[in-house]
Each structure stands twice: as C-alpha cells, then as structure tokens.
C-alpha cells in the first residue's frame, strides 16, 4: 500500500514483486516466519472464494496471539474493502506508487474494454 516509498523502509524488489505475485512468498528469504504466515493468510482471505487452508490456521495460532490476529484480519478486510470499492467506482490510482520500478501501472485497468 503506497508503496512509492519502499526503499525508505527497506523494502526490496524482490519483496515487491514476491507481494504482487509474481515471485512466491517462500523464495524470498528476507520474509521472516512471520511475515510469510500474515501474507499467506493475507492471499487466502483476499482469494474469491475465500479458501484458508487448515495448515495456515495452525501456522497462525502458533506464531501469533489472538489479539495479532484479529489485527491481520480487520487489516486485510479493510484493504479488500478500499481496494473493491475503488476498483468498483472506476477510479484510477493516484500515482502514489509512480517511483516504484517494478509496478506495471501502465497495465492497470479498473474497468474492462
């Protein structure tokens, strides 16, 4: 999420392009066990239809108290939310993320030709 300042926060290509998808999660060795459970569980309930597999639940459980996790959850709902309601009212980004080499924002459409 606005990601034109990654580098700032240390953010590598390599993490940019694992989170758009386009590199797995478990190839990136500068996610801690942490960080690859939130976001596998982050790609599980931003899926439709929602599937979260039973080892992911297990994983969470083990690696976070309850509190985190209701905090990753409301988390990823509320950027699902934002996300579907931009995306549904046509708007285009507001080239937040313009810096970041490795966006394609050239290719991004909310609405279909």
Known sequence: MNSFD??????TD???RALQGTATLDSVNTFSTREKIALHYSKSLSSTPITIQSST??????????REIVI???TIAQVNY??????????HPE????????????KYKTVSS
């Open 95 to 106: 080239g937040f993320s313009n810096r970041c080499p490795v966006l394609n924002l050239d």
């Open 82 to 91: 934002w996300a579907r309601l931009i995306q549904g009212l046509g708007i």
């Open 57 to 66: 639940i297990k994983d969470l459980k083990e690696n976070f108290n309850e």
């Open 72 to 74: 990753i959850a409301s």
């Open 6 to 11: 990654f580098k700032h926060y240390k953010i």
């Open 14 to 16: 390599e993490e940019i």
